[in-house]
């Protein structure tokens, strides 16, 4: 015959809670007219509440604080604390008594407890209180692992644990873009803009404290998110920079390459890292939250083996009359000598001017010349240079480059008008 023991009561009892912070006391203002019914009587029992703003009790907010009622969210980047108390519930001395606070996560399990070394002795009515913290890193299922170990009067090691499941979830949405801009004509290397758009997903509203961009090591960055009056820069999202639940704001920063790395045709290409954004908010009664995303990488453009850009042209020119364009010419290979040659094919609205199938002469690695081209347009209006021709003679070959630029072009008399 199987005899069950019965479940032996614990000496210790273990309470877990969520310090977070409180929340501004919400009431609902009921009120009416004098010559209603009620008279005065509403009005009265709203200046005799505690809880109402005197000189403003219609106001729904009141001048009190509310402790949480429940758990609550907890969003990725917050930090998360929790009040842990053991106490004594017996009527006995016990010994030896060792709390232990685990945090799992679907990748890891980290240790939270203050101390690792265990308390002599437990009186009763006597409690071991410890408070834990820990910066949120990773979204979906949490759970605190609470252990206590102890030992009786009589001996006896006991142990139990309770566990406390919660879920973590994104506070924010954070989409980035990338636009490649040639605003620095003499540079072998483009500047970059990059758009971020940070969406508040959360059901409350954010102070946005900080949204940066830390630059790569081949980068420097330059936000234009504030616009200068006199000697102050003033954000362009204002004074107050609320971003309301499901609401979104968009950033916009320059990068440019460092100068070491930009002299150096070729270097940047491919995949290449731009950085990472660095977001910091407060929510609730100044409550932080901050976000890192990893590092943001972005394409480079493919220029080949030859590049062309254009250093110097001017915005409008005469119908039929000629110009010149300076351009620059870079061997973006940093192992092979070209030798190049230069053919002018013209379109239905642009005529080089000059003569085609000239040599160049020999173009060593990451090397740059400057060249000045002649050309005319037959036809009115915005006009897109195209036709270059360049061809490596030692390896046969030939390089095409089209829509170089865009020049606008006008009747001689509308130009002396």
């Given at each position: 015959?199987?005899?069950?023991?019965?479940?032996?009561?614990?000496l210790l009892a273990l309470k877990v809670m969520r310090l977070t912070k409180p929340t501004l006391f919400t009431n609902i203002p009921v009120t009416c007219e004098e010559r209603d019914l009620p008279g005065d009587l509403f009005n009265q029992l709203m200046?005799?509440?505690?809880?109402?703003?005197?000189?403003?009790?219609?106001l729904m907010l009141g001048e009190m604080l509310t402790l949480p009622?429940?758990?609550?969210?907890?969003?990725?980047?917050?930090?998360?604390?929790?009040?842990?108390?053991?106490?004594?519930?017996?009527?006995?001395?016990?010994?030896?008594?060792?709390?232990?606070?685990?945090?799992?996560?679907?990748?890891?399990?980290?240790?939270?407890?203050?101390?690792?070394?265990?308390?002599a002795e437990?009186?009763?009515?006597?409690?071991?209180?410890?408070?834990?913290?820990?910066?949120?890193?990773?979204?979906?299922?949490?759970?605190?692992?609470?252990?206590?170990?102890?030992?009786?009067?009589?001996?006896?090691?006991?142990?139990?644990?309770?566990?406390?499941?919660?879920?973590?979830?994104?506070?924010?949405?954070?989409?980035?873009?990338?636009?490649?801009?040639?605003?620095?004509?003499?540079?072998?290397?483009?500047?970059?803009?990059?758009?971020?758009?940070?969406q508040n997903i959360t059901t409350?509203?954010?102070?946005?404290?900080?949204?940066?961009?830390?630059?790569?090591?081949?980068?420097?960055?330059?936000?234009?998110?504030?616009?200068?009056?006199?000697?102050?820069?003033?954000?362009?999202?204002?004074?107050r920079t609320y971003l309301q639940p499901m609401d979104t704001r968009q950033y916009l920063y320059c990068l440019k390459p460092k100068q070491e790395f930009a002299e150096k045709a070729g270097v940047i290409k491919g995949v290449t890292v731009i950085g990472k954004l660095d977001i910091v908010w407060k929510t609730n009664l100044g409550e932080r939250g901050r976000l890192q995303t990893s590092q943001l990488q972005r394409m480079a453009p493919g220029y080949g083996d030859v590049r062309v850009s254009l250093e110097t042209i001017p915005d409008t020119v005469n119908l039929e009359e000629p110009f010149d364009i300076t351009c620059k010419i870079t061997n973006c290979s940093s192992e092979r000598t070209m030798d190049l040659v230069l053919e002018m094919c013209n379109t239905n609205s642009i005529h080089w001017c000059g003569v085609s199938g000239r040599q160049l002469g020999k173009l060593h690695p990451t090397s740059s010349l400057h060249l000045t081209l002649t050309l005319l347009s037959s036809v009115q209006g915005l006009q897109t240079v195209s036709?270059?021709?360049?061809?490596?003679?030692?390896?046969?070959?030939?390089?095409?480059?089209?829509?170089?630029?865009?020049v606008c072009v006008v009747s001689s008399k509308i130009k002396e008008n």
């Amino acid at each position: 015959m199987d005899v069950t023991q019965p479940k032996q009561e614990h000496l210790l009892a273990l309470k877990v809670m969520r310090l977070t912070k409180p929340t501004l006391f919400t009431n609902i203002p009921v009120t009416c007219e004098e010559r209603d019914l009620p008279g005065d009587l509403f009005n009265q029992l709203m200046k005799d509440d505690p809880s109402t703003v005197k000189g403003a009790e219609t106001l729904m907010l009141g001048e009190m604080l509310t402790l949480p009622q429940n758990f609550g969210n907890i969003f990725l980047g917050e930090t998360f604390s929790s009040y842990i108390s053991v106490h004594n519930d017996s009527h006995q001395v016990v010994k030896d008594i060792l709390v232990k606070a685990d945090l799992q996560t679907s990748s890891q399990r980290l240790n939270l407890s203050a101390s690792s070394a265990a308390v002599a002795e437990l009186k009763q009515d006597c409690c071991i209180d410890d408070v834990i913290h820990h910066e949120v890193k990773e979204i979906g299922t949490h759970i605190l692992v609470c252990a206590v170990s102890y030992t009786t009067q009589t001996g006896e090691k006991m142990y139990f644990r309770k566990f406390f499941k919660f879920q973590v979830l994104k506070p924010l949405d954070v989409k980035t873009k990338f636009y490649n801009a040639e605003s620095d004509l003499s540079s072998v290397t483009d500047e970059v803009f990059l758009e971020a758009q940070i969406q508040n997903i959360t059901t409350s509203p954010m102070f946005m404290e900080k949204v940066s961009l830390e630059p790569s090591i081949m980068y420097n960055v330059a936000e234009l998110n504030a616009v200068n009056q006199g000697e102050d820069s003033v954000s362009t999202f204002g004074s107050r920079t609320y971003l309301q639940p499901m609401d979104t704001r968009q950033y916009l920063y320059c990068l440019k390459p460092k100068q070491e790395f930009a002299e150096k045709a070729g270097v940047i290409k491919g995949v290449t890292v731009i950085g990472k954004l660095d977001i910091v908010w407060k929510t609730n009664l100044g409550e932080r939250g901050r976000l890192q995303t990893s590092q943001l990488q972005r394409m480079a453009p493919g220029y080949g083996d030859v590049r062309v850009s254009l250093e110097t042209i001017p915005d409008t020119v005469n119908l039929e009359e000629p110009f010149d364009i300076t351009c620059k010419i870079t061997n973006c290979s940093s192992e092979r000598t070209m030798d190049l040659v230069l053919e002018m094919c013209n379109t239905n609205s642009i005529h080089w001017c000059g003569v085609s199938g000239r040599q160049l002469g020999k173009l060593h690695p990451t090397s740059s010349l400057h060249l000045t081209l002649t050309l005319l347009s037959s036809v009115q209006g915005l006009q897109t240079v195209s036709g270059l021709r360049l061809t490596d003679t030692f390896l046969k070959r030939t390089y095409e480059y089209d829509d170089i630029a865009q020049v606008c072009v006008v009747s001689s008399k509308i130009k002396e008008n």
